[in-house]
């Protein structure tokens, strides 16, 4: 359903944006994945505490932020991401106030 006009959706304009988020979503994962895939970042993230020695939250976001492992808001082609959608890419689809 469209918020603004309440009109429901075509099965093909849903598949379109099921698919676009997809893909958004994909790409914020392979970034966070292709700057952090290495011996140094593995090992920190397997150790389970941050910089300062303190546990790393249970909920993935939360410690990638903690961490300092974020997506920006803004992707390669100047769009606006938003937040629920950067936490979608690593791999929590919960709203902040049940994480």
Do not use: I, Q, Y
Not at 14 to 43: C, F, I, K, P, Q
Not at 78 to 99: E, L
């Amino acid at each position: 359903m469209e918020e603004k006009t309440g009109e429901v959706l075509s099965a093909a304009v849903l598949s379109e944006r099921v698919v676009w988020a997809v893909d958004l979503v994909s790409g914020m994962a392979a970034d966070l994945l292709g700057t952090h895939w290495n011996t140094t970042d593995v090992d920190v993230l397997a150790s389970g505490e941050d910089a300062g020695g303190r546990k790393l939250p249970s909920n993935a976001w939360m410690a990638l932020r903690r961490l300092g492992w974020t997506v920006g808001p803004v992707d390669s082609g100047g769009m606006f991401r938003a937040a629920r959608t950067s936490r979608s890419s690593t791999g929590c689809d919960a709203c902040p106030s049940t994480c």
